[in-house]
C-alpha cells in the first residue's frame, strides 16, 4: 500500500517514524517509497546567507536517527562553534542556534539551490545520504516563508515565523498566519500524485495552523485530498486540552478555534460535510469527546496517542494501519 503523510515538524516526524517501522513490521519490507511525507516548508528562512528548512530537517533526521531528542529539534551530538563566531561578528541571529553539524545541512542545501537544483530535488539530494524508509517531498519548490502579523504600540507588524517562534516564543499575540505569494505556488513535482495515487493519507499530529495549515494553503493540496479515493485519518496533536509540546495552543486561538481535540477536528471537518476527514484519532484522556465527533459525521477511535519514545510511535502507527 502507499500511504502519504501530511507533516510538520517534530511532532510530524515521531508520528513517520513510527509508521516506517509499523509498515515493515506489518508488511515485511521496508516502505521506502512507498511512505510519502509532504512536508511543510513555511517554517523555512534565510539567514546569513543559508537557506533552513527546519521542518524538512526535523523529518529527516528523525528517520535518519540522528535527531535530538531531549532539546526536540536538530542534531543529537551538536557543537556550537561557529554559532558563537557568528554572534562576534553580530551576524544571523544572537538568539538562534545553527549548530555545526546542522550547517553542513544547511551550506550543501544553499550551494545546490545556487547552482539551479530545485528546492525538492535538493530535499532528496539530502535524503539520499540516510537511509530513512520513507520519501521527504517539501509540498512547494517556491519560497512562502510564513509571517506572523503582530501588533506593536498600536501598528501592525510582520515579522518571519521563526522570530516569533524561537526569540518571542509566541508571547507576541498573533493577529494573523500569513504564507505571501502561496497562491501563486504549486506543488512540488510528484506531491499531487503521491495524494492521488495514496491508498491512506494521513494528517500527522502536526500543528494545525502553522504546520498542516501552509500545505493545505498551497493551491491543488487541499483538493486533491478532498477528491481523493482514500481514507483521510488525522491524529489530534491535542490531547487533554493542551498541545503535547510547543504553542500549537496560541496559534489555533489566533484562528478562533478551540484548544481540544474536537476543536481541531472541526476546523479539519468532516469530509462528507465539506472538509477533509474521514477518521480522527484522540487520545483516552479525550474519549468523552468521541460522541461528539461522531455527531461531526467522523469515525472517532480512542487509544494512547502520545508518543513518549519510538516504541509507543510504532504502536500508534500499527493502530492507523490497523484502521
Ligand atoms: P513542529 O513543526 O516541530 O512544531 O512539529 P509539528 O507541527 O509536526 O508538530 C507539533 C505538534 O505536535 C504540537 O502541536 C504537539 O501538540 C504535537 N505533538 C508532539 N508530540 C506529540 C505526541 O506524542 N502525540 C500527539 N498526539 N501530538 C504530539
Ligand atoms: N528552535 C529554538 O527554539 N531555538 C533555536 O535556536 C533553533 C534553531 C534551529 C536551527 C535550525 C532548525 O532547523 C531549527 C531550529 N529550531 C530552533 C527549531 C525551530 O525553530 C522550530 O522548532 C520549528 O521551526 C517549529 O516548527
Ligand atoms: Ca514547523
Given at each position: 500500500p502507499r500511504i502519504t503523510v501530511l507533516t510538520g515538524g517534530v511532532g510530524g516526524a515521531k508520528f513517520i517514524v513510527g509508521l516506517r517501522n509499523a509498515f515493515a513490521a506489518r508488511f515485511g519490507e521496508r516502505p521506502d517509497s512507498a511512505i510519502t511525507a509532504i512536508v511543510n516548508t513555511g517554517d523555512d528562512l534565510w539567514l546569513s546567507g543559508l537557506r533552513l528548512q527546519p521542518d524538512i530537517d526535523s523529518v529527516m533526521y528523525a528517520l535518519a536517527g540522528i535527531n535530538d531528542r531531549e532539546r526536540g529539534w536538530g542534531r543529537k551530538g551538536e557543537s556550537e562553534v561557529v554559532s558563537a563566531e557568528l554572534r562576534g561578528y553580530g551576524a544571523a541571529w544572537p538568539w538562534f542556534v545553527l549548530g555545526d553539524l546542522d550547517l553542513g545541512a544547511h551550506i550543501a542545501r544553499t550551494g545546490w539551490l545556487r547552482e539551479g537544483w530545485t528546492v525538492s530535488q535538493v530535499a532528496s539530494k539530502l535524503a539520499a545520504r540516510w537511509d530513512l524508509g520513507a520519501r521527504i517531498l517539501p509540498m512547494?519548490?517556491?519560497?512562502v516563508d510564513t509571517e506572523v502579523v503582530v501588533r506593536v504600540d498600536g501598528t501592525e507588524h510582520s515579522m518571519h515565523f521563526q522570530e516569533w517562534w524561537t526569540r518571542y516564543r509566541g508571547s507576541m499575540p498573533a493577529l494573523a498566519f500569513e504564507n505571501p505569494g502561496i497562491d501563486r505556488a504549486e506543488p512540488s513535482a510528484g506531491v499531487i500524485d503521491a495524494l492521488s495515487t495514496a491508498d491512506a493519507i494521513l494528517l500527522a499530529?502536526?500543528?494545525?495552523?502553522v504546520s498542516i495549515g501552509p500545505i493545505l494553503r498551497t493551491p491543488g493540496i487541499r483538493e486533491a485530498v478532498v477528491h481523493s479515493a482514500a481514507p483521510v485519518l488525522g491524529i489530534s496533536p491535542i490531547i487533554g486540552g493542551r498541545a503535547?509540546?510547543?504553542?500549537a495552543d496560541t496559534c489555533l486561538r489566533t484562528l478562533g478555534v478551540d484548544v481540544s481535540a474536537d476543536g481541531v477536528a472541526a476546523h479539519y471537518g468532516t469530509r462528507t460535510r465539506g472538509g477533509l476527514l474521514d477518521h480522527f484519532l484522540i487520545d483516552d484522556a479525550d474519549a468523552a469527546l468521541a460522541p461528539l465527533l461522531s455527531d461531526f459525521g467522523l469515525h472517532a477511535h480512542v487509544r494512547?496517542?502520545?508518543?513518549?519514545d519510538e516504541a509507543e510511535a510504532t504502536d500508534l502507527a500499527a493502530a492507523v494501519l490497523g484502521i
Open positions: 512547494t519548490d517556491t519560497e499530529p502536526s500543528n494545525p495552523v503535547v509540546r510547543g504553542m494512547s496517542i502520545w508518543m513518549r
